[in-house]
């Protein structure tokens, strides 16, 4: 398990070179606490935009049948590991019994999207 603090500290440091800046970025299932909220605050990292989880499950590509079709976003995909459906259904519900406290920290920030829909409309 590594430290929230050293998580933090990688996150600042990745998130510092030019394709995070000129690109911009998203945190895919961090920060998973309220500290590793505090953590990431307090190392200066303050997202614009923090979507519920699940909103990011309707964004998923298949080799075959819904690949995109921009040339740099599929230089950018890549094949999670080892990723079954029942440990993304695991993770997916640590992060709702987690998500009400770090809601606090982020609530200025906070979109709320509808993901039943179509992905393009999402």
Not at 32 to 44: D, K, P, V
Not at 81 to 96: A, F, G, I, P
Request: glycine fraction near 2%.
């Amino acid at each position: 398990k590594i430290p929230n603090a050293l998580w933090a500290n990688l996150i600042r440091e990745r998130l510092s070179n030019v394709d995070c800046i000129k690109q911009g970025w998203i945190l895919e299932g961090f920060p998973e606490n309220q500290e590793q909220a505090w953590m990431l605050q307090s190392s200066g990292i303050f997202p614009r935009h923090v979507v519920p989880n699940h909103v990011f499950l309707v964004e998923v590509f298949h080799t075959t049948f819904d690949w995109p079709s921009d040339p740099l976003v599929q230089q950018r995909l890549v094949k999670p590991e080892d990723l079954s459906e029942q440990e993304v259904s695991k993770k997916l519900l640590e992060y709702h019994r987690k998500f009400p406290e770090i809601f606090h920290i982020y609530q200025k920030v906070l979109k709320s999207i509808n993901a039943d829909q179509p992905s393009v409309d999402v």
